[in-house]
């Protein structure tokens, strides 16, 4: 008796676990025992093993089979495990060299007639085997490209089981099969590639972005229609910086394990760019799922860009569920299947109209909203959300004859050169710009002058500010500062920052 070994890979959430597959084969009644808690997918791959095998040209071992994933007290899902689970019967079964497989790592479904198909989240799980030392890895042909994005992994790209088993010795017929490819990612046309320019007036708004991409920082537009509150958001991706490599890995991944990602264009380096319509659901915007949950539209945005328009219509639920990753960076999701954790570290832009007719402007003479239609149309952007807003601004219409504004490239530069002294400051610390940083850490910065807080510490006796709006306040200040080329805040920047989060209509 010969106990087949090999390796594969589980993900729960973007953490991967190598997973040991050994097959043991008992001369009893034919049979075959999947264990190790798979879920029904996985438990599944019994019968297209069985397939796969006998439509490779291998002989099935008609004896009585038992496959456990170890450990066996982790939960299992997904197709991924069907190429470790074929290879181990068959080095159990000595159709192939028993001691071949042994330290590899197999990722791949299989079909029915023996080729291998792609599987999602094939860089975290690579990434995972390489990390624990298992750098030796076979995945379908389709999949070999992202798999190749990881550094010291040992890629084989393979297009059937029986092109792997030969590399193992079975004597078997290699024929030539069209690989099973990926179903194209449709992406929506490049951010970057939208000008600032194109927007029309708004003077006050574009500073706001600009602001806003320089310190990472959340941001509320309010306005009639038609004054360019979408058109600044989907602009905003283009004022930012490129991705560092660990963000651009980390990034990668989350696409990977959501099935967004094409595998051609290499790491995404970018910052992405999510924008999920008001009907969405709570697990389409957060992650969920049966089973493992899977990332959703705040884990897709993360290091990048999540933008609500027409906030106030989605649901509430919808609203009331970003304000965890908006606090920590991560969203935990726990289902009867398992803990999940995906990063969120996004901006998030809200765009809205100042009541259900949007004509809620200046006099609101236009408006045909009963007040309380108002009050319950904005309502749904709770306080609590709203103090977690850096930025607030109200847009007015513009004049059909103002001349065009700066370029995104001249924007961007000023908001890569703040983005680079805040890497100066912030060096040896885990934050990367000032809306990541800590209130207790800038005030530590700003020294024993109280008379730079004065107005803060009024607006907090009045209650216009909480001690959470304090904090988001002098991180403004701070970007402001790194704007203007200065190495603190002064009192004008902290007055600023004042008026800018406060004379918002959520305030």
């Known amino acids: 008796m010969v106990l087949?070994?090999?390796l594969g890979v589980a993900l729960v959430g973007l953490t991967g676990h190598v997973v040991e597959v050994e097959a043991h084969l008992a001369p009893s009644l034919p049979a075959f025992t999947l264990v190790g808690l798979p879920d029904a997918s996985l438990a599944e791959s019994r019968d297209r093993v069985r397939a796969a095998v006998t439509s490779s040209g291998l002989p099935w071992p008609n004896r009585r089979i038992t496959v456990n994933l170890s450990p066996a007290t982790l939960p299992k899902s997904g197709s991924g495990f069907d190429l470790a689970i074929a290879v181990a019967t068959l080095a159990g079964a000595e159709a192939i060299d028993p001691a071949g497989p042994h330290g590899v790592v197999h990722l791949g479904e299989l079909g029915l007639d023996g080729r291998l198909r792609p599987v999602r989240g094939v860089l975290p799980a690579v990434a995972a085997a390489v990390a624990a030392g298992c750098r030796r890895v076979v995945v379908a042909e389709a999949n070999a490209a992202e798999a190749r994005l990881v550094p010291g992994a040992q890629v084989v790209g393979a297009t059937s089981l029986a092109q792997v088993a030969a590399r193992y010795?079975?004597?078997v017929e290699v024929r030539d099969v069209d690989p099973v490819t990926t179903e194209p990612v449709a992406r929506p046309p490049g951010r970057s590639a939208l000008d600032l320019a194109d927007v029309v007036g708004q003077d006050e708004a574009r500073g706001c972005l600009e602001v806003a991409a320089a310190g990472g920082h959340h941001l509320l537009?309010?306005?009639?229609?038609g004054t360019g509150k979408t058109m600044l958001a989907a602009r905003l991706p283009g004022l930012l910086p490129d991705l560092s490599e660990a963000d651009a890995v980390e990034v990668t991944a989350v696409h990977s394990v959501a099935g967004?990602?094409?595998?051609?264009?290499?790491?995404l380096r970018r910052p992405?760019?999510?924008d999920p319509h008001h009907t969405a659901t709570p697990a389409s915007v957060v992650g969920g799922g049966s089973g493992i949950p899977r990332p959703g539209a705040a884990s897709r945005a993360h290091r990048g860009v999540l933008f609500l328009d027409e906030a106030p219509e989605f649901s509430t639920a919808v609203l009331q569920t970003l304000r965890q990753p908006l606090e920590h960076g991560e969203l935990v999701l726990?289902?009867?299947a398992g803990t999940a954790r995906y990063p969120a570290r996004f901006q998030l832009v809200l765009a809205a109209n100042p009541c259900p007719c949007g004509q809620a402007v200046g006099k609101g003479l236009a408006c045909t909203c009963r007040s309380e239609q108002r009050r319950r149309y904005f309502g749904k952007l709770s306080g609590p959300l709203l103090d977690r807003v850096d930025l607030q601004v109200e847009l007015g219409p513009s004049r059909a004859g103002a001349g065009a504004g700066e370029s995104s490239g001249t924007v961007a530069a000023r908001v890569a050169a703040a983005r680079q002294a805040?890497?100066?400051r912030l060096v040896?610390?885990?934050w990367r710009s000032n809306g990541d940083v800590p209130g207790s850490w800038l005030r530590g910065r700003l020294g024993p002058d109280r008379s730079l807080v004065a107005d803060l510490d009024r607006a907090l006796d009045r209650g216009t500010l909480s001690l959470r709006g304090v904090d988001r306040v002098l991180r403004v200040a701070w970007t402001l500062a790194d704007l203007a080329g200065r190495s603190a805040p002064d009192r004008a920047d902290v007055g600023q920052a004042l008026l800018l989060r406060t004379r918002g209509h959520g305030a």
Request: charged share 25%; glycine share 20%; hydrophobic share 25%.
């Open 428 to 430: 040896g610390t885990p």
């Open 260 to 267: 967004a990602f094409d595998p051609g264009e290499g790491l």
């Open 4 to 6: 087949g070994r090999t």
């Open 272 to 274: 992405p760019f999510e």
């Open 422 to 424: 805040q890497s100066e």
């Open 169 to 171: 010795g079975a004597d």
């Open 334 to 336: 726990h289902r009867a």
């Open 221 to 225: 537009m309010v306005g009639p229609p």
